[in-house]
């Protein structure tokens, strides 16, 4: 067994799916990626934007980098069947329903690396990644042979789907290198169609400014009006596209037990998540990769949510988060309030307008009440 090989068996033995080793030399796509940050398409994630280099050339990141070994990890979770996707209920992204992947990936492989330095012929510089670093990952797994980029511009493996997570080791060591994938995407537009915001402007090219992933995870400010209606009861992320690819029709659920949903991650109900402390907030999405939106982020995209219901029901709530500490929640409760529109939500409303002081949550009562 080669040397590439045994790392490969190792891989698999730490709980990776798939494996594939490409040569760190620029990725094929490097153009179009900066051409996507040229056209304002990452809206405002600007880590996106520093390091363009860096991304495109992986010698910048470790000096005399020769391979990337590239991983991925199904996180398809099973079907939600005893809970019912009503609209009271918080629909959140596959990807956050378990522990966060960073910690758990991470881990396996700094374990991998440290395996290819006691086994390797000579010293070996290494660095790792999970998706945070500048490393144009999909790019270089579609190299390496793990899958190709689909006009969702997620990976797609013809096993397992595209519920995969990518990560990568940095190696100063040449080895055997894969065969890059081939696409098979072919003449289907399903992901195009089906995208509630029509982010997807053109194949492979995601407007993050429209994405509702993006709105409910990563923009940390207040989600512009046009796409709070189009929300639905998404609460974080968002799989529609995802969820129609064909290739995902077979898609075996994940081996990785802390990729598995936690207490609070399936379908949620919008107004007790609305009720959440700072502590409980803390206390509950404790490792989970729910926490990134920090509590105003979550109970910003729950008033939303709630404010698609229409229900009367949820106005009680709404009034009392109306005194939420934070800013950004009390603006999208307005908003919601103003959605459902009954005697009490104006009432509440009026009412707060008289005390807010804040000039953004104030704006947003005064458009509610028009
Ligand atoms: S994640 Fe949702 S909003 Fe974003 S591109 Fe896919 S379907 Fe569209
Ligand atoms: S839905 Fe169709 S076009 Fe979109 S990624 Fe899947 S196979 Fe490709």
């Not at 936690?262 to 803390?282: C, D, K």
Request: with cysteine; proline share 7%; charged share 25%.
């Amino acid at each position: 067994m080669s040397f590439s090989e045994r790392i490969k068996a190792y891989a698999h033995q730490l709980g990776f799916d798939l494996v594939g080793i490409t040569p760190a030399t620029a990725p094929p796509n490097g153009q179009a990626y900066s051409d996507w940050i040229t056209q304002g398409f990452a809206g405002e994630m600007g880590y996106l934007e520093r390091h363009v280099e860096k991304r495109r050339h992986p010698d910048y990141v470790l000096p005399g980098v020769r391979s990337l070994i590239v991983v991925a990890m199904n996180y398809r979770c099973p079907d939600a069947e005893a809970i019912p996707d009503d609209r009271h209920r918080g629909k959140i992204a596959q990807y956050a329903r378990g522990l966060d992947y960073h910690d758990v990936m991470k881990e396996k492989l700094l374990t991998m690396l440290e395996y290819i330095q006691r086994e390797a012929d000579k010293p070996v510089q290494g660095k790792v990644y999970v998706d945070t670093g500048p490393i144009l990952e999909r790019d270089f797994a579609e190299r390496a042979g793990l899958g190709w980029y689909g006009k969702h511009t997620n990976l797609i493996h013809k096993r397992l789907g595209s519920w995969l997570l990518l990560g990568e080791v940095l190696v100063d060591l040449a080895l055997d290198y894969d065969r890059p994938a081939t696409a098979h995407c072919g003449t289907c537009t399903r992901c195009i169609e089906a995208c509630p915001t029509e982010a997807i402007v053109a194949p492979y090219v995601v407007d993050a400014r429209r994405c509702i992933s993006y709105h409910t995870i990563e923009l940390k400010g207040r989600i512009p009006d046009t796409y709070r209606s189009m929300m639905g009861n998404r609460i974080l992320g968002c799989d529609d596209c995802q969820d129609v690819c064909p290739w995902n029709r077979r898609a075996p659920v994940t081996q990785e037990p802390t990729f598995l949903p936690r207490p609070w991650t399936e379908m949620p109900g919008l107004i007790e998540l609305l009720q959440l402390t700072p502590e409980a907030f803390r206390t509950t999405f404790k490792g989970s990769p729910i926490k990134r939106t920090k509590r105003r982020g979550l109970l910003r995209n729950v008033a939303v949510a709630l404010g698609n219901t229409k229900d009367p029901n949820a106005v009680p709530a709404l009034i009392e988060a109306l005194d939420d500490e934070e800013p950004l929640v009390r603006g999208h409760v307005a908003w919601a309030l103003g959605q459902i529109g009954d005697d009490r939500a104006f009432a509440a409303l009026e009412q707060a307008r008289q005390t807010e002081i804040d000039p953004n949550v104030l704006d947003e009562i005064e458009k509610a009440l028009h």
